[in-house]
């Protein structure tokens, strides 16, 4: 490595203190310099070191908000065991409203007697029966049963009526099917004499 080279400082006084002074000055300019490279250098540094730690928070809080998540069960949108059905004017006498059939899987049929709620499930199997309207009957398509408006099975396979909800009129005067109330049918017995209760009269 090369030596560096020593300037000389002059004798003449005058020429010594102008040297003096040129010196300082470019000491001084070199400090400056130094100083602001070391600033530079800092302030990438702590860029990067923020980046880090914004990361690592962003990872830390994803791993938390994951952990609650997975601490609470996910929530299943089920039907709920309670259903408005409408005004009891909204039904005509003799018909089987098949609105809630698809939700709820209920007929709601208004008869002269009063409203009941019909579970359309079929005692056989469990199938889902159609309402046969020009025939006047429920017949399940799995396997030929058929009940009567009432409910009641009269062919096929099926071992018993079908079942029952119970249904209310509410505060608000609309009709409530209530499924966590069931009617459970016997074979061989009319619905409508097994579970009056099951009929709702509305004067
Ligand atoms: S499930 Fe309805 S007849 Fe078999």
Redesign the pocket.
């Known amino acids: 490595m090369a030596a560096a080279s020593k300037v000389k400082a002059p004798t003449d006084p005058a020429e010594l203190a102008k040297w003096r002074a040129d010196e300082q000055v470019r000491e001084r300019s070199k400090r400056e310099k130094e100083k602001s490279e070391l600033a530079s250098l800092w302030s990438r540094r702590d860029f990067l070191g923020r980046l880090g730690w914004g990361g690592f928070g962003a990872v830390t809080t994803i791993g938390l908000l994951a952990a609650v998540r997975s601490a609470f069960p996910r929530v299943l949108f089920l039907p709920p065991s309670k259903f408005k059905a409408g005004f009891p004017s909204d039904y005509v006498v003799g018909e089987v409203s098949e609105k809630f059939k698809q939700d709820f899987r209920t007929w709601i049929i208004r008869t002269k007697a009063g409203f009941y709620a019909i579970f359309a499930k ?1 005692t ?4 889902t ?1 159609r309402w046969l309207k020009a025939e006047q009957k429920f017949k ?1 398509p ?4 058929g009940y009567y408006i009432s409910g009641l099975n009269f062919e ?3 071992p018993r009526p079908m079942d029952r909800f119970k249904i209310y009129v509410g505060d608000d005067g609309e009709l409530v099917v209530d499924k966590s109330v069931i009617y459970t049918m016997a074979p061989g017995v009319d619905p409508n004499e097994q579970y009056p209760q099951s009929i709702l009269k509305v004067a």
């Open positions: 079929c056989h199997l469990g199938c029966p399940c799995c396997h030929g049963s096929g396979p099926a």
